[in-house]
């Protein structure tokens, strides 16, 4: 979603986040997007993480690894009422995107699914049709 603009108040001054780029991942795992923002046309933040959490979808900021294994933020909000008005924009972004579609290896998977599952209601009526019968002949 281009062109948003969004004015937050900070110390003194009002910051205007004036783009959001927001795309959905791919993947069973809990990273379901990533966003970029642009701060008063001239300042962008990448790699803003869309993540599925325990309460919800969340916004995780830039971050990178540091030689103790720990994660540091790259940049960061310094308030919290900046941090929640970039979470609650980017994540208006990412809900009004369009639901990816299957790609043709999940579409192939997902049939190959359901025809097994066919196979094997087939296989049990058939088992029980074997058994009536078997039934009926040692009466």
Not at 10 to 28: F, L, P, Q
Not at 59 to 76: C, I, L, Q, T
Request: aromatic share 2%; glycine share 6%.
């Amino acid at each position: 979603m281009k062109n948003k603009r969004v004015i937050i108040t900070a110390r003194g001054g009002k910051v205007k986040i004036t783009e959001i780029r927001a795309k959905r991942i791919r993947g069973n795992n809990r990273l379901k997007g990533i966003a970029a923002i642009t701060i008063d046309e001239c300042f962008v933040i990448h790699e803003l993480r869309i993540i599925d959490g325990k309460n919800g979808l969340f916004v995780a900021m830039p971050s990178r690894r540091m030689p103790n294994g720990e994660y540091k933020d790259v940049a960061h909000p310094i308030n919290t009422e900046t941090r929640s008005m970039i979470e609650k924009e980017v994540l208006e972004s990412y809900n009004a995107l369009p639901e990816l579609e299957e790609d043709e290896t999940e579409k192939e998977e997902r049939e190959k699914v359901e025809k097994e599952k066919v196979e094997k209601e087939k296989e049990v009526e058939k088992d029980a049709e074997n058994e009536e019968t078997t039934e009926d002949t040692d009466e």
